[in-house]
């Protein structure tokens, strides 16, 4: 096999991280268009992440929260966002930076992003040559359009995190993760 010096795999993750950065940009600036809103993942150990120990001890590992109604003072910069968000009535102020981020989903579209931990430290990244496909990190989120259950008391309120992530996009709709490898050409 070849191995791929330009990391494609690497490009594109940062790529569709900054979908994720232009996106909050705009809703720096002008405030949430229409009905859309947004569930942003995160690695809550990733470098950089800036979250209370109280958040840090509820989520020691992941945490998503919600940007719809009842959040502030969104910042955004070339590598990181910076939000104030309300826990259980507790104000928090959180910084994630957009290595962290391992999913993005706007449920109003049925739009979703699944991204892969950027954090590594070189020498605890596998060699090219030994990991599986690296086109494979890439897993945009198809989403299955489900019926409408009536108001869910398990779905988190604006700001809150889920109580307990189960790997499944946050929404009443059931999103089903596609890998760029089923469209590529077999050898």
Known sequence: MVQDLIRYDVLAQEALRGVVRKVLMEVARAG????????IAFDTNAPGVRISSRLR?????????????????LQVTEHAFEVGLSFA?????????????????DPSVEFGLQFNAMHEEPDEAADVNDAADPAATIAPVVPVPQPRQPS???APASGEAPAEDDGKAPSDKTAAVVSLDAFRKKP
């Open 32 to 39: 949430l268009p229409g009905d859309h809103h947004f569930y």
């Open 57 to 73: 001890e509820r989520y020691p590992e992941e945490m998503t929260i919600v940007l719809q109604h009842q959040f502030w003072d």
């Open 89 to 105: 009535g507790v104000p928090e102020r959180l910084l994630v930076p957009f290595s962290a981020l391992k999913g993005f989903f």
């Open 152 to 154: 869910d008391p398990t």
